[in-house]
């Protein structure tokens, strides 16, 4: 037997004092750390599997848990640090490729935390939006370059298809096998009582959410699991997934296990089979290529449905951005580094990629400057915490947002960062019956809406503040951003001014 070199990563402290012997930590914990020791008369644990998901410490009636980061450390060394020798242990245990899941926690800048947003004073006054009307709703899709009127003056309404939001921000792609039954019925009644979308992933759509249609974007990614006439037609927009920010230039793996029932009948994969999306799509080659799909797609649902390339933000965004708008897409969405996913190879999730940040201002201004930006939206997630972060991706030129471990952490989820073993204590990124019911369908579609309500709210009163009446107005409208502690060139691609300048 060899020498298991990792140490546990987290302790797990009972108060024995406080322990009443329930043992419900024991059953909140998928991960089998705790137990009842029949001799000792004692519950004890076994912190070798803890992910620190916090669920027995939630759980625990009378607070007596609590579970911290070993103290057991190793001797500090800057260049070698704890996590990456551990690491290095693991591969030499394991001869494999490290997977982890959500998204890259290193300490790279976080740009949406260096820039700052503007007020109104004296002469361009606030608004209050208690008393003033505030427009949020946003309309997604090709827009015309001038209003054209008919020969009386009238104005000419017939737009492309778009999707109408009642607020600039929507539910990123997450799909069923990735994420449970539960949660996707918590994201597709939420966005619905919201106005807003949530997004199928690759997944399929499971039958049960084909009323939820028009709060549904269905995506087509390089596996095409789920794809047929039916689905397409379901959704409110298609999405053609290229890329994805957690982990560019690969593809997906569902493990067979988690392919059995529903997940399997509605991805059409025989269950108990793998599930692996191609890095690329073997029919796309070039943006002529993607042109193809995109008019595939069109025709074949009637050219009633705006049709949305999603692709990883990556050096020369702003190029291949350019090409997907001469595609013929309606939206572009663009994915961020941070952004999460139920598992990808640790490596390429932590070194690949470029921040959201500066690729959306790249890619407005690219689009700007070629005279093209009004033939496509833009979206853009990958780690958008906040409403202020949803503030300053529409100033930065954004027409909307796509939220996803918000969404998560709404349902529950602990960012424990271990979706990929799919023993998720809190429902959500399981697909084992037992774990499955503990997300609550409507507690947690509640959860979503009181987020994106307490959102709207502030999004209404930081554009008050500035002046701003509407997110039409706000968009691209750098002038309301300014930065701080950011080089001339970071603030040069992000098209803003240094504070105090
Ligand atoms: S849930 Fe709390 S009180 Fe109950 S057995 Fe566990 S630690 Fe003790
Ligand atoms: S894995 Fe989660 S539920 Fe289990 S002991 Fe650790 S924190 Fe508690
Ligand atoms: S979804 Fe579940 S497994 Fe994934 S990070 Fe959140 S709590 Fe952990």
């Known amino acids: 037997m060899g020498i298991d070199y990792i140490y546990p990563q987290f302790e797990v402290i009972r108060n024995d004092d406080r322990c009443t012997k329930c043992r419900i930590c024991e059953k909140q914990c998928a991960n089998g750390i705790h137990c009842f020791d029949i001799r000792k008369k004692q519950m004890v644990c076994d912190e070798s599997k803890c992910v620190n998901c916090q669920r027995c410490v939630c759980f625990c009636p009378t607070h007596a848990l609590k579970v911290t980061r070993n103290e057991c450390s190793f001797r500090e060394n800057a260049n070698w640090d704890e996590d990456t020798v551990k690491e290095v242990y693991k591969q030499a245990g394991s001869g494999g490729v490290l997977l982890s899941s959500m998204g890259n926690p290193k300490r790279f800048p976080v740009y949406w935390d260096r820039i700052l947003i503007n007020a109104s004073q004296v002469t361009n006054p606030s608004i209050d939006p208690l008393r003033e009307p505030m427009e949020t709703i946003v309309f997604l899709g090709k827009k015309p370059n001038s209003i054209q009127r008919d020969e009386n003056g009238k104005i000419k309404c017939e737009l492309p298809p778009q999707i109408e939001l009642s607020m600039p921000v929507m539910f990123s792609a997450m799909s069923y096998g990735s994420i449970s039954y539960n949660a996707h019925a918590c994201l597709s009644k939420a966005a619905r009582e919201l106005g807003i979308c949530y997004n199928t992933g690759e997944g399929g759509l499971h039958e049960d959410f084909y009323a939820y249609g028009e709060n549904t974007i269905v995506q087509v ?56 999306s191609p890095a690329p799509h073997h029919d796309i080659y070039s943006i002529e290529d993607l042109r193809q799909l995109v008019y595939s797609l069109k025709e074949a649902t009637n050219y009633k449905k ?196």
């Not at 290229?242 to 296990?257: C, Y």
């Not at 529950?412 to 019911?437: F, Y």
């Not at 947690?444 to 709210?457: D, E, V, Y």
């Open 221 to 276: 990614a390089s596996g095409r699991f789920g794809v047929h006439k039916d689905y397409l037609e379901a959704g409110a927009a298609i999405e053609i997934k290229m890329g994805q920010g957690a982990k560019p230039g690969i593809g997906g793996h569902l493990p067979g296990t988690k392919i059995i029932g529903d997940v399997s009948r509605t991805r059409m994969v025989p269950e108990g089979t793998d599930a692996i």
């Open 306 to 501: 705006p049709v949305i390339v999603k692709v990883a933000a990556v050096h020369n965004i702003a190029a291949i951005a350019s090409g997907i708008a001469r595609s013929g897409a309606d939206i572009i969405a663009i994915d961020g580094f941070r952004g999460g996913t139920g598992a990808a190879p640790t490596r390429i999730r932590d070194n690949v990629g470029i921040p959201i940040e500066l690729a959306l201002a790249a890619v407005d201004q690219r689009l700007r400057d070629e005279g093209i930006r009004n033939h496509v939206s833009l979206i853009v997630g990958g780690s958008i915490r906040s409403s202020a972060d949803v503030i300053k991706a529409i100033a930065l030129g954004a027409d909307a947002c796509y939220i996803g471990t918000a969404a998560l952490l709404a349902l529950g989820c602990h960012l424990c960062r271990t979706c990929q073993t799919g023993k998720c204590n809190w429902g959500i990124a399981t697909q084992d019956p037992e774990l499955v019911k503990r997300l609550d369908i409507d507690a947690g579609s509640q959860r979503l809406i009181n987020l994106m309500t307490a959102w709207k709210h502030e999004i209404k009163e930081m554009m008050g503040g500035m002046g701003i009446n509407s997110i039409e107005a706000l968009k691209g409208n750098r002038l309301m951003l300014c930065g701080i502690g950011m080089t001339d060139r970071e603030l040069d691609i992000l098209g803003i001014f240094h504070a105090g300048e």
